[in-house]
């Protein structure tokens, strides 16, 4: 098993940056792939940015390309999501993801085992 917690997430203006972190535990998934993924009101899961943990490669959504970066911190079985110039359209629950091996399926929420609690991001106008 694998457990996932994020943090970071709050209230912030249009413009403005958030860092999100989400801490991994139990099993390894230092051969795999970490993921975020939104749910923003009334509508469903949708994939934000992921990265394979071992090579490091990164895959974003088209909304959010250009403005946030994920990255690892193999030391503090970390991911995080650095979240730039952020929109009101940003405004959704973050949930973090895990696989413990690869898959090519790193867009949709199929494609992972293990899911964080969620942490709420807000963007005021």
């Known amino acids: 098993q694998v457990q996932l917690v994020e943090s970071g997430g709050g209230l912030v203006q249009a413009g403005g940056s958030l860092r999100l972190s989400c801490a991994a535990s139990g099993r390894s998934v230092s051969s795999g792939v970490m993921g975020w993924f939104r749910r923003a009101p009334g509508k469903e899961r949708e994939f934000v940015a992921a990265?394979?943990?071992?090579?490091?490669?990164?895959t974003y959504s088209d909304s959010v390309k250009g403005r946030f970066t994920i990255s690892t911190d193999n030391a503090k079985n970390t991911v995080y999501l650095q979240m730039n110039s952020l929109k009101p359209e940003d405004t959704a629950v973050y949930y973090c993801?895990?696989?413990?091996?690869?898959?090519?399926?790193?867009?949709?929420?199929?494609?992972?085992?293990?899911w964080g609690q969620g942490t709420q991001v807000t963007v005021s106008s």
């Open positions: 993801a895990a696989r413990v091996d690869w898959s090519p399926r790193l867009r949709d929420v199929s494609g992972y085992d293990y």
């Open positions: 990265i394979t943990w071992r090579s490091g490669i990164t």
